[in-house]
Structure formats: C-alpha cells, structure tokens
C-alpha cells in the first residue's frame, strides 16, 4: 500500500488515534504533478482553500475526473482502491482524513465533488487539533462515527438510489438564474449568490453557465448591465450617473468604462446617436 502525493509539502502534520488519522497540509504541484493512492483505509480529502491549473483523476473501478482542485472539493478513495492523478499548477491547503474500512459494504470513490457535512466535519477536526485536542478522543471518536456512517449512507451500495443531480445548466435552472440576473442588476451579483441560485457550487455552476451561454458569469453580468443601461439611456431622462447606480456600477467613470468596450461608444454618444 502507498501514498505518494508528488509535488511539495510546505507544511504538514500528523495526528493518530484508533480508527481514525489526520493530516493538515500545505502543498504545492507542478505544471504536470503525479500523485497515487492506494491503501488498506478510506482517505477523504477536503481541499479548503487554493486550485489547480487542472486535475485529472481515476479511481480503480469508477470514472475518470477531468476539471480541477477549488475550495470546498471533497475527494473520497475507497480502501484499497487505487488512485492516480495528475495536478497542473496550484497551491492548496487541504485536509486528509485516514478513516478505518468497514468490510461489510462496496464503496464508490469521487473525485472533487462538493459534500458540505464532511466539509464541516474536516474543518471541525482541523480546528480541534489546532486548540490541543480540548474536547479529547471522544470528541475524535463521534467524527469518526458520523463520517463512517455518511460514507455508508451516500456512496456504498447501501446507498438508497436516486436520480442524480443534472450536470448541466438547462431548462428552468438556467431560466431562474437568468431571470435573478435579470432582477438584481443593481444589486453585487457574485458567483457565489448565482451558484446559490442554482443550486450548484461554485466552480461547477461557473463552468455550466459557460457551457450553456457561450460567456462566463461575470461577462455576461456586464453585457446584461450594459444592454440595460443602453436601454435606459434610449427610453428615460436619468442621467448617466444615475443610470450607472441603476444597472449596479460603481460611477459614471466605471459605466462609460465598461459601455466603451462592449458597444464601441460612450454612453453620451450613444443617447445622443439614438
């Protein structure tokens, strides 16, 4: 059994107790880092905070990840099952959990996919260690319980069967959030709110409303505060200034900043073409 992640610490500890390990870690990838997994536990890893350029993953007898390591991304390698991996650039600060196997069920590993409770499971534990273990090994041997039972609960073959979420953003999903932009265009529209919206996570929700609108979030935000503001520029008195506050932009400045590069004119020149 080994565990060979590639790449550099910058730093790291270890903690043990009966049935359950954990590891904080600071690390770095290359361009082109090989990582592999393989032993006799379970490993969860959290990813709190950094990326990678990219991330291409394969866990023995599930499928194949092609995306990349954000904030939030759990990762779950059945006991020994194998994992290889190639990262491209990043740094992230992570959390591995080595977690005693039980014999009795066939897990199924994922790479990178959001699960908030062992999310806040990872972080309770990393916050635990970092205060000197006040709560002590039964505090450790409750984590342990609730995150063998999750793992049975949701990617075991005890798991109950249900549709899986669609991956894409189509149909009433992306109309809600079209409609919410549309809405909200005064208001501070960030992924993270559009992503609430749709009921996805970040990093995911960013690359389906790509998919789905040729243009990523934050430009397709600005072209909709743009053909608003051109709009109100054609049909009411405001002024510019008050039409920059109306469409969600900071200034006039930043309207006629924006509306330059997306028309080719300054606000004035087209109120005044139009």
């Known amino acids: 059994m080994a565990r060979e992640p590639g790449g550099r610490y910058l730093q790291r500890r270890e903690y043990h107790w009966p049935g359950l390990g954990l590891e904080l870690a600071k690390w770095r990838s290359g361009p082109a880092t090989q990582g592999l997994c393989h032993q006799k536990n379970h490993l969860v890893f959290v990813t709190l905070s950094g990326t990678t350029a990219h991330t291409k993953a394969r866990i023995e007898g599930g499928e194949r990840y092609v995306g990349a390591d954000f904030p939030g991304a759990v990762s779950f390698i059945p ?105 909200h265009l005064n208001d501070d529209l960030r992924v993270d709110a559009l992503a609430g919206v749709a009921g996805m996570d970040r990093f995911h929700f960013s690359r389906a409303f790509k998919q789905a609108t040729g243009l990523p979030p934050h430009r397709y935000v600005i072209e909709r505060r743009v053909a608003h503001a051109a709009e109100l520029l054609t049909r009411s008195d405001l002024t510019i200034a008050e039409i920059a506050h109306h469409v969600g932009l900071s200034s006039q400045s930043h309207l006629t900043t924006l509306f330059r590069k997306v028309t080719g004119d300054t606000p004035h020149a087209y109120r005044t073409r139009h």
């Open 79 to 183: 006991a020994g099952r194998r994992r290889e991996a190639t990262h491209g650039s990043g740094e992230l600060d992570y959390v591995t959990i080595h977690l005693a196997a039980r014999p009795d069920a066939d897990y199924v590993g994922f790479t990178n996919q959001p699960d908030p409770l062992i999310r806040q499971l990872a972080i309770a534990l990393r916050e635990e260690a970092r205060g000197g273990w006040v709560s002590g090994r039964m505090f450790v041997e409750a984590v342990a319980m609730t995150l063998s039972l999750h793992l049975l609960r949701h990617y075991s073959d005890r798991a109950p069967r249900i549709p899986s979420r669609p991956a894409g953003l189509t149909g009433t999903r992306l109309r809600t959030v079209v409609d919410y932009i549309a809405a």
